[in-house]
């Protein structure tokens, strides 16, 4: 009675402990068999929408490929626009939230004459604008380098990053990058600050590129409220002046972060548990 008594209260424990805190990762690879079909992303998938994204009433910044694995197509003249996913994080009442970006590219010239942020995650106040700044983490161009690439975050680190380490050799001819992985992890510390990490890792080799780390960064949003994840395209002259010819997202991947009532229903749980396992034992020591 008591072994069986015990395994019960594990099993729950167990189910209760997942349903509560568990940050499950959402893989995003934009096929049809997720519902996902060709044109704008926005509104996309289906009856279920949940992508949002800026433009005018055409929102051709994000163009869905459903077909040969899915990918969206980031317009490579476009300035400021931003795609954002539905659910949102709450930073105060989790651990670390992370955002992982598969994309490829193809650049259009060897070198660029200023440094740019052509395309990055972000993390922002609304689904489709207010992308904050310092949770930001952007791939772009070097200046006068050839095959020349930077990764910067946070307002203002960053790292060089080569051709050669993004499979990139215009001397050969090969300006198509391997595939790449942008990863964004933030925590929240107070309400108005936030500790991160940005790192670029090349999917084909299977080897790390560049890794940003900064704390205490001040955040400009309020922590305590909701801020949607998704991907940037920058600023200004930003993208079309890093010179690629194309540039497409291949999979997104998010944490799913509970909301804070997610953690009093747990207690709740934990607590109407304790009260069963108290009277039943109470009950088998008659």
């Known amino acids: 009675m008591n072994r069986s008594l015990n395994s019960l209260t594990a099993s729950l424990l167990a189910v209760l402990l997942v349903a509560g805190y568990a940050r499950a990762a959402t893989v995003i690879d934009f096929t049809s068999a997720e519902g996902y079909t060709n044109g704008v992303l926005n509104n996309q ?9 800026t433009g005018t009433s055409s929102f051709t910044g994000f163009q869905v490929d459903a077909s040969n694995g899915g990918s969206v197509a980031l317009d490579t003249t476009a300035s400021s626009k931003l795609a954002g996913y539905a659910t949102p994080v709450y930073f105060m009442s989790s651990g670390p939230v992370t955002m992982t ?55 203002s680190s960053s790292a060089l990053v080569t051709g050669t380490q993004l499979g990139l050799n215009s001397a050969s001819s090969d300006n198509l990058s391997d595939v790449i992985r942008l990863t964004l992890t933030l925590t929240a510390v107070t309400s108005t600050s936030w500790n991160g ?90």
């Open 45 to 53: 998938p289906g009856a279920s929408p949940v992508w949002k994204t």
């Open 101 to 155: 970006m598969d994309f490829q590219f193809t650049q259009a010239t060897a070198s660029v004459g200023s440094a740019t942020n052509a395309f990055g995650l972000v993390f922002a106040s609304s689904q489709n604008a207010g992308g904050s700044a310092t949770g930001l983490a952007w791939i772009g161009r070097s200046a006068n380098t050839t095959d020349g690439y930077r990764l910067t975050a946070f307002g």
């Open 197 to 286: 990490t940005a790192t670029l890792y090349n999917v084909t080799t299977g080897t790390q590129i560049a890794n940003l780390v900064k704390n205490g960064i001040t955040s400009a949003a309020d922590l305590n409220n909701a801020m949607y994840g998704g991907f940037q395209i920058g600023s200004g002259t930003q993208m079309s002046s890093s010179n690629l010819a194309n540039a497409s997202v291949l999979s997104y991947t998010t944490t799913a972060v509970p909301e804070p009532g997610t953690y009093a229903l747990l207690g709740l749980g934990l607590g109407g548990m304790a009260f069963v396992i108290r009277r039943r034992k109470a009950l088998s020591s008659r």
